[in-house]
Structures are given as C-alpha cells and as structure tokens.
C-alpha cells in the first residue's frame, strides 16, 4: 500500500508542477527550485529549443543572473525571439529585421517627400488657376466699359528738353458699346521747340 500511495502522491505532484521548456529539454525533474521554470514554460518549448541552439542552457541561466530581477522576464522574451529569429534567418538575425526595418522607413521618407512635392505642384497649380480666373474676370469687366481715349503731353523746359509726361483720359463710347482692341485712338499732342 506504501507503494501505491507514494506513487499516487508523485502522480499528484507532477500534475501540480509541470516541467518547464528548459527541464524538458534537458530531460530533468523540474522542481519548484528551477530557475528558468517561471520564464521558460512547458508551452514555450519549441522556442526554448530556438533559443538553446543559439546561446545554450548555461549562457541563458548566466545572461539571466545578470539582469535585475525586475527585467528577467522581459530578456527571457528577448533571448526566446532572438532563438526564432536566429532559426528563420541563420546569418542575420534580428540584424536582418533590423536593416528591412530601416530601408522600409527610408522607403516611407522617399514616398512621403514625393507625395509632399506633388502636394506642393498641386496646390501651386490652383493658386495660379484661381489668379487666371480673376484676372479674366477683370479683363471682362473692364471690357465691358468704355474704352477712353488717350492724350499724352509733353511739357518742356526753357532749353528744349522734355521735363514729365502726363496723360489724360476721355471716354469716346458710350456705355455698352462692342470695343475691339484696335479700335483705341490716341491723340499726340507734342510741342517742338527748338
């Protein structure tokens, strides 16, 4: 009877704590004093197995002790992605991801300052196109009214020499009148002295 209880008492206390990736690995008990139990579960096996190919049990229990208790877990992480990593990419690793990563990025900076370049074309386009309207819609009104007509003076010094030039304004349509370009006059009124 002693030989069915105890053997039902160490059924009950595997059940209770399972063997972790590390033990399992190694094909050790895994008892409640493991270290690498509360990182390294049962269910993290396969990359535990990633993670064992690449730094080995003793390294990853040495880079553990070396980390605050605070940070264990997050460099268990670490090194169990690392060990993935390293098995799809043997040569370059996380360094791999690291320089995809960074021509991506570039490749994003490249389509951004391109699309901000058109952007800048664009808006520049309707600036300019807003300006022709305007001026067009100027030119029509003015078109619509009365071409004056132009009389340009001279006036001179007592030597001879043009001193300003001013210009006066009469209107020669009536309002509404059809006006063609070259139907403006002009009247010159120059004085020669000598």
Do not use: W
Not at 68 to 95: K, M, V, W, Y
Request: include cysteine.
């Amino acid at each position: 009877m002693n030989r069915e209880g105890g053997g039902g008492g160490g059924q009950a206390n595997s059940q209770a704590h399972a063997a972790c990736a590390s033990c399992k690995l190694q094909r050790k008990r895994c008892d409640s004093s493991c270290e690498l139990a509360p990182f390294f579960p049962a269910s993290k096996y396969k990359e535990f197995q990633n993670a064992h190919k690449v730094f080995g049990v003793s390294n990853i229990q040495k880079l553990l002790n070396a980390v605050e208790p605070g940070q264990r877990s997050a460099a268990a992480e670490t090194l169990l992605l690392e060990g993935t990593i390293r098995r799809e990419d043997p040569i370059n690793g996380s360094f791999g991801i690291i320089c995809k990563l960074e021509s991506e990025v570039e490749n994003c900076k490249r389509e951004l300052y391109s699309v901000n370049h058109q952007l800048a074309y664009f808006k520049e386009r309707e600036h300019l196109m807003q300006q022709k309207e305007q001026l067009e819609g100027f030119l029509q009104a003015e078109s619509s009214l009365s071409l004056h007509k132009v009389r340009r003076r001279f006036y001179f010094r007592d030597d001879g020499k043009a001193l300003d030039q001013g210009y006066l304004y009469e209107s020669t349509l009536e309002v509404g009148e059809d006006v063609k370009p070259f139907d403006i006059q002009s009247d010159e009124i120059i004085d020669f002295r000598l």
